[in-house]
């Protein structure tokens, strides 16, 4: 056992050096002007944020996303007499048309489309409005349920 005198020496060698007392490094993490001037992190143009933007979505998929639109659109167009607004158009109206879209089936060659069709279609319109940057999703959206 250790008596009192001994503890008091081992607690004075074990003190722990204040911040103030390390040794400085001899080069920063982060370089200092960096730090003062603002310039680690850069500054995105428009247009390079446009580009990301773009460049999210393969060529085959955008090709995808129009086919389904324009197959969504001629259905519009002949069944009511006018596009849909997507940009514009409110969720329950939305609803509403795809329900209708999707009892009508559209026939290809005389033939109803497969259920998987009027999924790719569903997902073309959904990429289209997230293009347009509408908070709506007809994929998730409990709304959007049949």
């Not at 911040?19 to 920063?28: A, F, G, H, N, Q």
């Not at 773009?54 to 129009?66: H, I, L, S």
Request: neutral net charge.
């Amino acid at each position: 056992m250790l008596c009192s005198s001994q503890l008091e020496d081992i607690t004075e060698n074990l003190s722990i050096p204040a911040l103030s007392d390390l040794p400085k490094p001899e080069t920063p993490a982060i370089p200092l002007n960096v730090l003062k001037t603002g310039n680690r992190f850069k500054e995105s143009t428009d247009d390079e944020v446009n580009r990301l933007f773009e460049a999210r979505q393969t060529p085959g998929t955008k090709k995808n996303t129009n086919w389904g639109c324009k197959m969504f659109q001629d259905w519009s167009i002949e069944r009511r007499g006018e596009p849909v607004d997507l940009e514009a158009i409110s969720p329950s109206q939305l609803n509403g048309l795809l329900e209708k879209y999707c009892e009508a089936r559209p026939l290809k060659d005389g033939e109803l489309y497969h259920k998987n069709i009027l999924k790719k279609l569903r997902g073309a319109i959904n990429r289209k409005l997230a293009d347009l940057k509408r908070n709506i999703d007809i994929v998730k959206d409990k709304d959007f349920y049949i």
